[in-house]
Structures are given as C-alpha cells and as structure tokens.
C-alpha cells in the first residue's frame, strides 16, 4: 500500500513537472513572439551592406576594368529576406545584369562585372549598383515587408594614352592645315568663276576667243573639282567626328589637292593676263580713239599746204583705223598682231600731227569703237568646307544623351547642377543602426533620377581620396547624395574609417554636415548644394547655416521640421526612446531652439517649410508627430500639406510626408521648388 501511494505521488510530481515544463516552454514561445512583433513594431531590423557605396575608376579607352559589388542583407535570424539587384549603366539608359532571390539572414552575394568603356576618346560613363530588400512575413518575422534600398555609384572616366594623344594633336594639325587649304581653294575658285563669267562677257567673238575659251574650260573643270573637294573635305570632319583617324590621315595623303592647287594657279594667271592685254588695249584705244578725230582736220591741213606725203601718211593712218574694229571682232586674229597695228598707228600719228596745234583743229569721229574697262562687284565669297577642327573634348552621356564633360570649374556656378543632399531626421530609437535613417529618403532620391538628377546614392566617408575633385559634376546632370550626421569618420592605419555617434547635441550634428557639404562641393566642382531634410534634418541644416554661413547652401527644403520644438507626447516618447541630447535640443524652449531662431535670416540660401496637417497632436493639427504651428518660418516660402494618420499610434503621416508614392504632392512640391533653378538660369 505504501509503495502504491509512493508510486502515486512520484507520478504526480512527474506530470507537474512536464506541465511546468510546457507551461514555461510555451510561455517562452509567446515571449519571444511578441518581443519579435515589439522589436519590429520599434525598428525594421533589416539593413543591407554594399560595398563600394561608390567608386571612382580611371583608365584608358581601351583597357577594360573589373569591379566587384558585394551585399549582405543584415537582419534577425528569424527572417528570410527577399532582395533583387540591378547593375544599370546610367549614360545609355540600359540594365545590364538583373536577378532577385530569397536570402536567408546575413546572406553575402557578390557579384563581378567587366566595364570598358563604349567609345574611343576621352569621357565619362556612370553605372548605379542598386540593391533592395524587405524581410518576408512569416510566423517568426512580423514585418510590414519594408523596403529598404542601396545602391553604389560609379564613374568610369576614360582618356587616350599619353603616346596616342600625341598622334592626335598632329592629326589634327593635318586636318587643319589640309582644311584651312581647301577652304582656301574653295573661294578661290568662286572669285575665279566670276572674274571668268565677266571676261567672257567682254571677250567672246572678239581676237581673245581662243584665250577666253581656254580659260572657260579650264574654270569649269575647277569647279568640279572645288565641289569634289567640298565633298571630300566634309568626309574627313565626319571621319574626325567618328574617330576614323588612321583613315583619315591616309586619305590626306593621297589627296589631289597639290594638283588642283597647281591648276587653280595656272587659269588664275592666264584669266588674269587677259584682263591685264584687255586693259591694256582698251587704254590704247582710248588713246588712238580721242587722236583719230583729227585725222580729218590734219589730212585737209595737208592738202591745204600741198604736202603729198605727210598727206599720204595721213590717209594711211586712217585706213589703219578703219580697219581695227574689223581686226577686234576677228576670233582668228592674234592679240600680238592687234597690238603692232596700234603701235604702227601711234607712230604715224606721231609723225603727221608733229608741229600742228591740235586743239586749233576741228574733230571728227572716226573709229567706232566702244569699249569699256572691268568693274567687277565682287561678293563676299564663303566657303562650306568647314576649318579649325579642335580636338574632341571629353563627352560624357547621361539617360543616353551626350554632350561634352563640364570642366573643373567650368559648371562650378550653374545652379542647375548643384547636388541635392538628403538629409534623414531623428532616428525613433537610439539603438537602431544609421543605415535606417538613411533609408528615408530612398524613394524620393530614386524618384528624381526621372527629373534628370542622378541618383548617386549614399556619400561614403571612407572614400575620401580616390575621388578627383570635380569627378561627380563632369556629367552635366545633377546628382543627389544621401548622407547621414550619424557617422564620423576617423583616419586610421591607412585608411578611413567610420564609427556610430548618435547621442550628440545638434550642434555636434551641424560640424558633421559642414564636412559632409564641403565632401559634395569637392566631388561635384559645385560652389553650393541643396538640401531636401526631414525632421530634426532641417534643424541641423539651419544650425550649419548659424554656424558657418549660407555661402554654400542654393535651397533648403525641410519637411516636417520642428522649426519651434517639440512637445508634449512627442516629447515624452523622444525621453524614452530617443537620443537624450537631441531630445533635450529639440525641446520647445530649449536653449538651443532659442539660440536657433534667434540668429539672423539666412541672406543667399532660399529656404522653404513643408508642414503635414490632418493627424492630432497635443490637442493641435499636425502630423502625428509635429505640430503644424512649429513648422513655418517667417523668412522662408511655407507649405501645407493635408494627409492621414493610419497607424495605431496615430503618427505614421510624419515618416510618410517623404514617401512620394504615399504623399506624391510633396514630391511635387520639392520637384517644382527645383524645377525653378532651371527657370533662372536660362
């Protein structure tokens, strides 16, 4: 009996104990449940490693180059991820590589790529290495399957070897020179064709018929030549334009320019000693015409005197002169010939008129012979052979359109190419990574690449040497650059280094993006930037500006700043949760917000308020999260925005004011504020 009653009760204890044992298993089950859903409720825990966040690759145009991307996404082990990737060459519009897959936690893929540059020449090409993932709902995981992007951006500059530089500056010499002959040649031949129009006008059916023939002939086949030639020469600049270099070098050579030089030469000269003989003649014509009218008065003068044989010669000089407009129109008549019978005349003349006072004479006409010297308007002749062909400067394409590489310098002051700098606001929880916060403005980043500002990712501040100043702005396009005042970098051990520090005052936040601005400046050759900030962003960006001026700052946008503090539950929650010093800064009141809107108007930098009303706060309109009272500002262009608050907190408007698939008219907003550097620099 007794050893029953033992047996029992050994049992029992056994039986409490596996129920103990469920009880405490299972309750650990709903533990660990429900401290997943509240750790997912506080923060995504999802980040995604990419290395290189950017990269700057030099090399010739002809040597092709390697590049290694590699992810991991970076989550809790209860949770699968689902990621996708693109390697997207950004100047020709196109996807190169593309692939999706569902990752177990902390799963590393690396992917390799062989880039070479697409033309010959000098330029700029820029690749984006985007990556995004959100973790996958499960039983384990609760998750909103939050996207969360990275990308890497690349430069690919590319330029000619020293040695082939070199080959090139004397081609181009060649070209010149070969152009700046044929352009010659070119005008050289229309002057010739209307000199040879206006001697043929003069000259046809008179003793020069067999020379002005000659000459015709001889400017026709000039001017096929001047038009193969136009031809031609247009083909070479085609050649130089399509870097056809060998070819073109080749076909100088065996060009026939020389020779249609040697030939224009020769009809220039035979077209120009028949104007001078026709000159000529038309003096001495004029001579013997004006002499010819005392012929009459000189032979009656004779007879008078009864002198036979200055009498005689007179009546021979007469019957030279009637004779000449006959030998003038002889096509068969020799020049030479025409020339003796004048001297002949002019020395008789000289004879008979001797001792005679001529002006005591009567006059009378007698040659008939009408002729007119050249007077040519010449036109201002313009040839179509096109000279000084420069050297081809670097071209750079962006969305598949080229055009030449800003120059260092060049686009330093063009507000249209100013980088955009997103900055994030306060992150929710003090123990959450940066890489959350940067994540805010993912979307809108990737949404102005349609505007035309390239989307360059998140500037890496431990890449601070292998980015030649001005290497992000030759494009010509304006790139947008996310970045964080969480980080600071550090040199150590050659190479920089980055570490987390968040529990810093404002102010500490503001020397950060100092730095992070002049890293922009550098980068893109821009003399400002302009910055699109959420939150506490606009307030770190309004403390830089206190601090260091707004030389440097085109546009401020801040959505959803706290402008004047905050308060209230939003307050309480930031005590908990929140950076203890950012808090304390942020605070209605704070010393630090007094100091803040008690400094001077910006006095360059254009600043704008977005405010988000439709969700209660403290009894006032706002955002979930801020009141819409503490966002205008009384120097600044200020927006209202209406939306709604969705979450169970009531609050989640604030977060999504950024969103511009949740709330696309403040992406509208932002778009045309930027639209409006395009409007004043036109």
């Given at each position: 009996?007794?050893?029953?009653e033992?047996?029992?009760?050994?049992?029992?204890?056994?039986?409490i104990?596996?129920?103990?044992?469920?009880?405490?298993?299972l309750?650990?089950?709903?533990?660990v449940?429900f401290?997943?859903?509240?750790?997912?409720?506080?923060?995504?825990?999802?980040?995604?490693?990419?290395?290189?966040?950017?990269?700057?690759?030099?090399t010739?145009?002809?040597?092709?180059?390697n590049?290694?991307?590699?992810?991991e996404?970076?989550?809790?082990?209860?949770?699968?991820?689902a990621?996708?990737?693109?390697f997207?060459d950004?100047?020709h519009?196109?996807?190169?590589?593309?692939?999706?897959?569902?990752?177990?936690?902390?799963t590393?893929?690396?992917r390799e790529y062989?880039?070479?540059?697409?033309?010959?020449?000098?330029g700029?090409?820029?690749f984006?290495f985007?990556v995004?993932?959100?973790?996958?709902k499960?039983l384990?995981?609760?998750?909103?399957?939050?996207?969360?992007?990275?990308?890497?951006?690349v430069?690919?500059?590319?330029d000619?070897?020293?040695?082939?530089?070199?080959k090139?500056?004397?081609?181009?010499?060649?070209?010149?020179?070969?152009l700046?002959?044929?352009?010659?040649?070119?005008?050289?031949?229309q002057?010739?064709?209307?000199s040879q129009?206006?001697?043929?006008?003069?000259?046809?059916?008179?003793?020069?018929?067999?020379?002005i023939?000659?000459?015709?002939s001889?400017?026709?086949?000039?001017?096929?030549?001047?038009?193969?030639?136009?031809?031609?020469?247009?083909?070479?600049?085609?050649?130089?334009?399509?870097?056809?270099y060998?070819?073109?070098?080749?076909q100088?050579r065996?060009?026939?320019?020389?020779m249609?030089?040697?030939?224009?030469?020769?009809?220039?000269?035979?077209?120009?000693?028949?104007?001078?003989?026709?000159?000529?003649?038309?003096?001495?014509?004029?001579?013997?015409?004006e002499s010819?009218?005392?012929?009459?008065?000189?032979?009656?003068?004779?007879?008078?005197?009864?002198?036979?044989?200055?009498?005689?010669?007179?009546?021979?000089?007469?019957?030279?002169?009637?004779?000449?407009?006959?030998?003038?129109?002889?096509?068969?008549?020799?020049?030479?010939?025409?020339?003796?019978?004048?001297?002949?005349?002019q020395?008789?003349?000289e004879?008979i008129q001797?001792?005679?006072?001529?002006?005591?004479?009567?006059?009378?006409?007698?040659?008939n012979?009408s002729?007119?010297d050249?007077?040519?308007?010449?036109?201002?002749?313009?040839?179509?052979?096109?000279?000084?062909?420069?050297?081809?400067?670097?071209?750079?394409?962006?969305?598949?359109?080229?055009?030449?590489?800003?120059?260092v310098?060049?686009?330093?002051?063009?507000?249209?190419?100013y980088?955009?700098?997103?900055?994030?606001?306060h992150?929710?929880?003090?123990?959450?990574?940066?890489?959350?916060?940067l994540?805010?403005?993912?979307?809108?980043?990737?949404?102005?690449?349609?505007?035309?500002i390239?989307?360059?990712?998140?500037?890496?501040?431990?890449?601070?040497?292998?980015?030649?100043?001005?290497?992000?702005?030759?494009?010509?396009?304006?790139i947008?650059?996310?970045?964080t005042?969480?980080?600071?970098?550090?040199?150590?051990?050659?190479?920089?280094?980055?570490?987390?520090?968040?529990?810093?005052?404002?102010?500490?936040?503001?020397l950060?993006?100092?730095?992070?601005?002049n890293?922009?400046?550098?980068?893109?050759?821009?003399?400002?930037?302009?910055?699109?900030?959420?939150?506490?962003?606009?307030?770190?960006s309004?403390?830089?500006m206190?601090?260091?001026?707004?030389?440097?700052?085109?546009?401020?946008?801040?959505?959803?700043?706290?402008?004047?503090?905050?308060?209230?539950?939003?307050?309480?929650?930031?005590d908990?949760?929140?950076?203890?010093?950012?808090c304390?800064?942020m605070?209605?009141?704070?010393?630090?917000m007094?100091?803040l809107?008690?400094?001077?108007?910006?006095?360059?930098?254009?600043?704008?308020?977005?405010?988000?009303?439709?969700c209660?706060?403290?009894?006032?309109?706002?955002?979930?999260v801020?009141?819409?009272?503490s966002?205008?500002?009384?120097?600044?262009?200020?927006?209202?925005?209406?939306?709604?608050?969705?979450?169970?907190f009531?609050?989640?408007?604030?977060d999504?004011?950024?969103?511009p698939?949740?709330?696309?008219?403040?992406?509208?907003?932002?778009?045309?504020?930027?639209?409006?550097n395009?409007?004043?620099?036109?």
């Amino acid at each position: 009996m007794e050893a029953k009653e033992i047996g029992f009760k050994v049992v029992k204890k056994r039986k409490i104990l596996y129920l103990v044992g469920w009880i405490l298993f299972l309750l650990f089950i709903v533990l660990v449940f429900f401290g997943v859903k509240i750790s997912f409720l506080i923060t995504e825990e999802l980040t995604i490693l990419l290395t290189p966040l950017d990269k700057s690759i030099i090399t010739t145009y002809d040597k092709p180059v390697n590049i290694t991307f590699e992810f991991e996404n970076k989550n809790s082990f209860f949770c699968e991820s689902a990621c996708s990737y693109e390697f997207v060459d950004i100047g020709h519009g196109k996807i190169l590589d593309t692939n999706a897959s569902i990752l177990s936690s902390k799963t590393k893929v690396v992917r390799e790529y062989l880039l070479m540059p697409s033309s010959y020449g000098s330029g700029q090409e820029i690749f984006l290495f985007r990556v995004s993932c959100h973790n996958v709902k499960s039983l384990v995981c609760s998750t909103d399957e939050q996207e969360y992007i990275k990308s890497s951006f690349v430069t690919l500059s590319y330029d000619l070897s020293p040695e082939e530089k070199d080959k090139v500056s004397e081609l181009n010499t060649q070209l010149n020179v070969f152009l700046t002959r044929a352009n010659s040649f070119d005008i050289a031949v229309q002057e010739l064709r209307v000199s040879q129009k206006a001697l043929s006008e003069k000259l046809h059916e008179t003793l020069f018929e067999k020379d002005i023939q000659l000459v015709e002939s001889e400017t026709l086949a000039l001017e096929n030549k001047r038009l193969a030639l136009e031809n031609f020469s247009k083909s070479l600049v085609t050649g130089w334009e399509d870097n056809a270099y060998s070819s073109i070098e080749e076909q100088i050579r065996l060009s026939d320019l020389g020779m249609f030089e040697i030939s224009l030469g020769s009809a220039v000269q035979e077209a120009s000693l028949l104007k001078e003989q026709y000159s000529t003649l038309v003096h001495d014509l004029q001579l013997i015409k004006e002499s010819s009218s005392y012929l009459d008065a000189i032979t009656w003068h004779y007879i008078e005197v009864n002198d036979t044989l200055l009498l005689q010669q007179s009546i021979d000089a007469k019957q030279e002169i009637l004779e000449m407009p006959w030998h003038w129109k002889n096509t068969t008549y020799e020049y030479s010939s025409f020339k003796g019978d004048v001297a002949s005349y002019q020395k008789k003349f000289e004879v008979i008129q001797e001792g005679l006072n001529l002006s005591a004479l009567n006059q009378s006409i007698i040659l008939n012979l009408s002729l007119s010297d050249f007077n040519i308007e010449k036109p201002v002749f313009i040839s179509t052979i096109q000279t000084g062909v420069n050297l081809k400067e670097p071209t750079c394409c962006v969305f598949g359109e080229c055009r030449t590489c800003c120059a260092v310098g060049v686009c330093s002051n063009d507000e249209r190419l100013y980088p955009v700098i997103f900055l994030h606001g306060h992150a929710f929880s003090k123990k959450t990574s940066p890489e959350y916060s940067l994540n805010v403005f993912a979307k809108m980043q990737e949404k102005f690449q349609e505007e035309g500002i390239i989307n360059a990712g998140q500037i890496d501040l431990q890449n601070l040497d292998d980015v030649p100043p001005g290497e992000y702005g030759r494009s010509g396009n304006p790139i947008s650059l996310r970045a964080t005042y969480y980080y600071i970098h550090y040199y150590d051990i050659g190479s920089y280094r980055i570490t987390t520090q968040k529990s810093e005052r404002i102010e500490n936040y503001a020397l950060r993006l100092n730095e992070i601005i002049n890293l922009a400046k550098e980068r893109t050759g821009s003399s400002k930037v302009n910055i699109v900030t959420h939150s506490m962003g606009g307030l770190v960006s309004r403390e830089y500006m206190r601090l260091f001026g707004d030389g440097s700052v085109n546009k401020l946008i801040e959505i959803a700043t706290p402008n004047y503090g905050i308060s209230g539950r939003t307050a309480d929650v930031c005590d908990v949760l929140g950076s203890q010093r950012e808090c304390e800064d942020m605070k209605e009141g704070s010393i630090f917000m007094k100091r803040l809107n008690q400094a001077n108007s910006p006095q360059q930098a254009k600043v704008y308020t977005i405010a988000g009303i439709g969700c209660p706060v403290d009894n006032s309109q706002g955002d979930g999260v801020i009141k819409q009272q503490s966002v205008p500002l009384p120097f600044a262009t200020n927006y209202n925005v209406t939306g709604v608050c969705t979450d169970v907190f009531k609050a989640n408007f604030h977060d999504n004011m950024v969103d511009p698939e949740k709330v696309p008219e403040i992406y509208d907003i932002v778009k045309n504020i930027f639209e409006s550097n395009y409007t004043a620099s036109m």
